[in-house]
Nanobody, 127 residues
Framework: QVQLAEFGGGLVQPGGSLRLSCAAS????????MGWFRQVPGKERAFVAV????????VYADSVKGRFTISRDNAKNTVYLQMNSLRPEDTAVYYC????????????????????WGQGTQVTVSS
């Protein structure tokens, strides 16, 4: 059974940093895309970043480009999200998500294409 466990959320001041991690178990996800989405109350889950499977590159939402960095450790089945220069508008519940196989590039931003989801971790950016 596949399980995803997220860690690293919390409260941080504007301009601060947080690092999220998501450890997957149950099988290898080397060929899967591993990504992050976020959601605020009343809105749909929004794409943040993805690191593509099979040694592929990363893709970012425009709103986080240059501030967030996604990485993965395939040996540990873990994906990370380093978040710097955080802003109040980054406040959300962050979810890690993994596909069953590598997606074509045009599909990586759609939550419906991700099969496995973490439980979510709250990130609050406030002074």
């Amino acid at each position: 059974q596949v399980q995803l466990a997220e860690f690293g959320g919390g409260l941080v001041q504007p301009g601060g940093s947080l690092r999220l991690s998501c450890a997957a178990s149950g099988r290898s996800f080397y060929n899967s895309d591993m990504g992050w989405f976020r959601q605020v109350p009343g809105k749909e889950r929004a794409f943040v970043a993805v690191m593509r499977g099979s040694g592929g590159s990363s893709v970012y939402a425009d709103s986080v480009k240059g501030r967030f960095t996604i990485s993965r450790d395939n040996a540990k089945n873990t994906v990370y999200l380093q978040m710097n220069s955080l802003r109040p508008e980054d406040t959300a519940v962050y979810y890690c998500a993994i596909t069953n196989s590598r997606l074509i590039l045009s599909r990586v931003r759609d939550a419906e294409n991700y099969y496995h989801w973490g439980q979510g971790t709250q990130v609050t950016v406030s002074s």
